[in-house]
Nanobody, 125 residues
Framework: QLQLSESGGGLVRPGGSLRLSCAAS????????VAWFRQAPGKERERVAC???????DYDNSVRDRFTISRDDAKNTVYLQMDSLKPEDSALYFC???????????????????WGQGTQVTVST
């Protein structure tokens, strides 16, 4: 059974960078589309970025050109490189995985069946 575990969150100043990792266990991640979502207090969970099994990617407009999603299937891990961070990027970040077909619907959290516990990102002076 696939399980996901996020890491790499923390406190960073505006303009700084973080790299989040989503490590999988129990199954091979390369058979799954993977997405990063985030949720700030009092707000709905929103999709940040997705990556397909054949390395297609999609981003929310608010992070396009600042964030990069990638995968290393040999390490069973998906990454989210976050640059030029802004205070509004502060949130609990989750990774999620689903069968390859969900990539075309990856803006929706409901299509993903496996979730990690989240890692907190705080952007502040």
């Amino acid at each position: 059974q696939l399980q996901l575990s996020e890491s790499g969150g923390g406190l960073v100043r505006p303009g700084g960078s973080l790299r989040l990792s989503c490590a999988a266990s129990g199954a091979a991640l390369n058979y799954h589309a993977v997405a990063w979502f985030r949720q700030a207090p009092g707000k709905e969970r929103e999709r940040v970025a997705c990556i397909s099994t054949i390395l297609n990617t999609d981003y929310d407009n608010s992070v396009r050109d600042r964030f990069t999603i990638s995968r290393d299937d040999a390490k069973n891990t998906v990454y989210l490189q976050m640059d030029s961070l802004k205070p509004e990027d502060s949130a609990l970040y989750f990774c999620a995985a689903g069968p390859p077909v969900v990539f075309r619907y990856c803006i929706s959290a409901s299509v993903f069946g496996t979730w990690g516990q989240g890692t907190q990102v705080t952007v502040s002076t």
